[in-house]
């Protein structure tokens, strides 16, 4: 296998490993909603107060920053992302030392 598709495999790989961990933590956020609001409810743990209300909610928001980072920000800041942030970073670089170079020159003449 030669190195382009060896990455292309490596970045589906870890791109499917992502999306089945976000899955997973939806499963396990749902199951355990659901199991909260049935203990809140109907056996009436901590009625005085909607704690099961503020746990779900917390974990709602912790739920859709996990999407957020799968199908958004890593969708898009991928290898090619990186490879262009560095390649530009590198020429921003190469600019300054050659304007440097140039200063240099100019005050040894």
């Known amino acids: 296998m030669d190195q382009a598709n060896h990455e ?4 589906a790989r870890r ?3 992502q999306k089945k961990r976000l899955y997973f933590h939806f499963v396990l956020f749902a199951l355990t909603s659901i199991f909260l ?3 809140h409810r ?3 743990i901590g009625v005085e ?3 099961c209300i503020w746990v779900i909610t917390f974990w709602a928001f912790l739920f859709v920053l996990h999407f957020i980072k799968v199908f958004i920000t890593d969708r898009f800041m991928d290898k090619n992302w990186e490879r262009d942030q560095i390649d530009r970073l590198m ?3 190469q ?3 050659s304007q440097l170079e140039r200063q240099i020159e100019k005050e040894n003449k």
């Open 15 to 17: 791109r499917i490993k």
């Open 49 to 51: 107060n909607n704690w």
């Open 8 to 11: 292309q495999y490596e970045y």
């Open 95 to 97: 600019k300054k030392i």
């Open 42 to 44: 109907f056996f009436s």
């Open 91 to 93: 020429a921003l670089q």
């Open 37 to 39: 609001f049935i203990a």
